[in-house]
């Protein structure tokens, strides 16, 4: 019987692609932005141009997640009393475990206090609910690995590949050719075994992957 290989290691993960949610809570109106940013100077950007849009606003606060291992990590208030706004923001995050991204919520005061509690609320729901629309970026450890195919035998190990690669959480990165052609293929460590295997079996043990560096892969 088939032992399965073991579910890969993760690293925080990241979304997509920029989105934007509104909240009213006692007629004060938050509009959350959340936006992918692999670096500082990115989240700046993003920032900016949130004040910029929402330049009214009362409020602009703020909290980001940047690099791989989530390492670096900052929060402001924004003129909100200390801690009620930018921490909450930043602890949504944490507790998602997300990474390269920014978090910017402006407010537009309705005229009604909400207190500290109702503040760090506000301020929390803004995100979580702006982060349940986004899609989830996983991203894990993988090895570079390249396999180089006479043109005559391309297409069908592609296939081959492809197919596994889809059943081994894999990806094929590129599709080169020159004297012959190179598959590509990022694959997390726990499999690398299961692809030498299925490749001797493809190729009758003529095809060798050869293993590279180790990067993130997303998906």
């Known amino acids: 019987m088939d032992v399965p290989d073991p579910a890969p290691a993760r690293y925080p993960s990241t979304i997509a692609a920029p989105l934007e949610h509104e909240l009213v809570i006692k007629k004060s109106r938050f509009i959350a932005q959340v936006a992918p940013a692999r670096t500082t100077e990115e989240a700046e950007a993003v920032i ?6 929402y330049w009214d606003a009362r409020h602009h606060c703020v909290a980001l997640v940047i690099g791989t291992h989530a390492d670096q990590q900052r929060s402001s208030d924004g003129g909100e009393p200390s801690g009620t ?7 949504v995050l944490r507790r998602r475990e997300l990474t390269d991204l920014v978090a910017v ?14 503040l760090v609320r506000a301020y929390s729901l803004a995100v979580s609910e702006a982060l349940d629309a986004a899609r989830t970026v996983r991203r894990t450890p993988a090895v570079r690995i390249a396999v180089e195919v006479p043109h005559t035998d391309a297409g069908r190990l592609q296939s081959v590949l492809r197919e596994w690669a889809d059943h ?3 990806q094929i990165e590129d599709v080169s050719y020159a004297s012959s052609a190179t598959l590509t293929l990022l694959v997390p460590p726990a499999h690398l075994v299961a692809l030498d295997a299925s490749l001797a079996a493809a190729s009758a043990g003529r095809l060798v992957a050869v293993r590279g560096e180790t990067v993130v892969m997303e998906s």
């Open 48 to 53: 900016a141009a949130v004040r910029r849009q």
């Open 85 to 91: 706004a930018g921490v909450p923001m930043l602890e």
């Open 105 to 118: 919520v402006a407010r537009y005061f309705g005229g009604v206090k909400l207190g500290a509690g109702g």
């Open 168 to 170: 081994h959480e894999a």
